[in-house]
């Protein structure tokens, strides 16, 4: 069994902390690991279990590959979308690499920004499923609703259980999309519906299969997105102009909805797909006074809220139901039945080209990272942060010099024809238009402060010679 570890959302619902170059499944929103490797670890234990599959998108690729490395996860599969076409593609790829050894495994969809708080349930409805999914059957897992929840789509078990089926799973009787507050209520009050988690059992041909019967375009889109794939480093890089092809499809539009073949386990395990601000609060610890908080935070007649500092401290008093959350670059504060509009004004900031919908001002890189802690007219300041042994590319900047101090560690430096070790308390300038680059040779991470001065400070501005990423 292969776990395929879709990760390729946006989040943008959860703005100022999820943006798009570092979206909620990176963030470590419940604890101190990110909501992908919550996922990655949420399957250990399994039976069977083979080295993961994540598909995500290019630009988080670098991201991807540290926080399995930090899980010290060997020989994953990091397949890179060109661009998103939702879940049926991702799925056709991931079945066809899946088989590319003569195999036939079983694939179990997982999305990297969900949260599950009862594991062993989880793992009891994934064994569960397990005979299904072998006899050929494409297992969805259906969640029990703990709410008459609009945001979520529903399936309907169906009435009359079916004898061959494996203890435990039912047929569905048909999927609905996110319903009207009215149609919730009653699909609750049935108890014959629920949430559809997006979550999947199957067998990689099966898949194939009922995809080809539904969906040919589709698969064979993947098939030409795989085969014309070029290998990046440890990243699978998809054939752009192939994937592209294929029509921009969900696996429930695609085939769940139309297969005689789709069955359903029930799952009840405190599942939350972590979509706003108060799906966060409510899968939470809180304080006495239902409050869920993270980092520097006091409260004072505080009820029912949620509050996260990242850099300061954060002080609230006499709010009820609101949402304040604090970034270094940006406060968000809102009630929690307005958190609809948080897209509105992701909206407005892309109109208005602003960088804080993209970029924190912590910006991860694959050699380290930057955080730019100020600004002006003609200058920036950052503290750069390189991992031992990694490089930043060789580099030049037609409209910037830049001057670098030591702060710890040792800099191997290339500044024009000339290359030398900088190492704590030193320093040195890089004038406009000369090649540079700049190196941790050491064994501890490399901090230094660099000063940009010139006419035109963006990270546009730069043209690489050589950079051991594959990064243009």
Same mark, same amino acid.
């Given at each position: ?11 943008t619902?959860?703005?100022?902390l ?6 909620k ?9 990110s909501?992908?490797?919550n996922?990655?670890?949420r399957?250990?234990g399994?039976?069977?279990?083979g080295?993961?599959?994540?598909i ?16 010290a996860?060997?020989?994953p599969?990091?397949?890179l979308?060109?661009?998103?076409r939702?879940?049926a593609?991702a799925?056709?790829?991931a ?8 195999? /036939?495994p ?16 989880f793992h009891?409805?994934?064994e569960?499923?397990?005979?299904a999914?072998n ?9 029990v609703?703990?709410?008459a929840?609009?945001?979520y789509?529903?399936?309907r078990r169906a ?30 009050d049935?108890?014959?519906y629920?949430w559809?988690s997006?979550?999947?059992l199957?067998?990689?041909?099966r ?6 019967q539904?969906?040919?375009d ?8 795989l085969?014309?794939?070029s ?30 073949n ?7 395990a ?9 799906a966060l609060?409510?899968v939470?610890a809180?304080?006495?006074q239902?409050?869920a ?8 007649q505080?009820h029912?809220s949620?509050v ?12 009820d139901?609101?949402v304040?959350?604090?970034t270094? /670059?940006a406060?968000?504060v809102a009630?929690k039945?307005q ?8 909206a ?6 602003r960088?804080e ?7 991860f890189?694959?050699?380290?990272k930057?955080?730019?802690v100020d600004?002006?007219?003609r200058?920036?300041v950052?503290h ?9 590319s060789v580099?030049?900047h037609?409209?910037?010099?830049e001057h670098?101090v030591?702060? *710890? ?7 024009g ?9 030193? *320093?040195?300038?890089i ?5 540079h *680059? ?5 064994k ?11 006419s035109?400070?963006g ?8 950079d ?5």
């Amino acid at each position: 069994m292969i776990p395929v570890i879709l990760s390729g959302g946006s989040g943008t619902r959860l703005w100022p902390l999820s943006r798009a170059k570092k979206p909620k499944q990176f963030l470590p929103l419940l604890n101190d690991k990110s909501m992908l490797q919550n996922t990655l670890l949420r399957v250990k234990g399994l039976a069977g279990l083979g080295a993961p599959l994540i598909i995500c998108n290019e630009d988080h690729r670098f991201m991807v590959a540290e926080q399995l490395r930090e899980l010290a996860i060997t020989n994953p599969a990091i397949v890179l979308e060109p661009e998103g076409r939702n879940t049926a593609p991702a799925i056709a790829v991931a079945a066809l690499k899946a088989m590319q050894q003569g195999d /036939d495994p079983l694939l179990l969809i997982l999305a990297a920004d969900h949260a599950i708080k009862d594991v062993p349930a989880f793992h009891q409805a994934v064994e569960l499923a397990i005979p299904a999914a072998n006899q050929g059957k494409l297992v969805t897992f259906g969640i029990v609703p703990t709410s008459a929840h609009t945001g979520y789509g529903y399936i309907r078990r169906a009435g009359v259980m079916d004898a061959a089926l494996p203890a435990g799973v039912s047929g569905v009787a048909q999927f609905y999309e996110k319903p009207d507050a009215t149609t919730a209520r009653q699909f609750v009050d049935s108890g014959e519906y629920y949430w559809n988690s997006g979550m999947f059992l199957f067998k990689a041909s099966r898949l194939l299969a009922e995809l080809q019967q539904f969906a040919p375009d589709i698969v064979t889109a993947a098939e030409q997105a795989l085969a014309k794939a070029s290998i990046d480093m440890d990243f699978i890089r998809l054939d752009k102009a192939a994937f592209s092809a294929s029509p921009s499809d969900s696996i429930d539009y695609a085939l769940m909805e139309k297969s005689a073949n789709a069955v359903m386990v029930p799952l009840d395990a405190g599942w939350s797909d972590v979509g706003s601000w108060d799906a966060l609060w409510q899968v939470m610890a809180k304080d006495e006074q239902g409050n869920a908080c993270r980092g520097d935070v006091l409260l004072e007649q505080c009820h029912n809220s949620y509050v996260y500092a990242e850099q300061r401290l954060v002080t609230a008093i006499g709010l009820d139901d609101v949402v304040v959350v604090e970034t270094k /670059d940006a406060v968000l504060v809102a009630h929690k039945s307005q958190l609809q509009g948080v897209k509105n004004i992701v909206a407005k900031l892309q109109s208005y080209g602003r960088t804080e919908v993209d970029l924190h001002r912590e910006v991860f890189r694959p050699w380290g990272k930057y955080d730019s802690v100020d600004s002006g007219g003609r200058y920036q300041v950052k503290h750069i942060t390189v991992k031992p042994g990694a490089k930043l590319s060789v580099q030049m900047h037609h409209h910037r010099a830049e001057h670098w101090v030591v702060v *710890s560690g040792s800099a191997l430096v290339r500044n024009g024809d000339k290359e030398f070790l900088v190492t704590e308390n030193e *320093s040195t300038f890089i004038p406009v238009g000369t090649i540079h *680059s700049l190196e941790n040779p050491g064994k501890i991470p490399l901090e230094l402060i660099e000063v940009q001065s010139g006419s035109y400070l963006g990270e546009d501005d730069i043209i690489r010679f050589e950079d051991k990423y594959g990064r243009n």
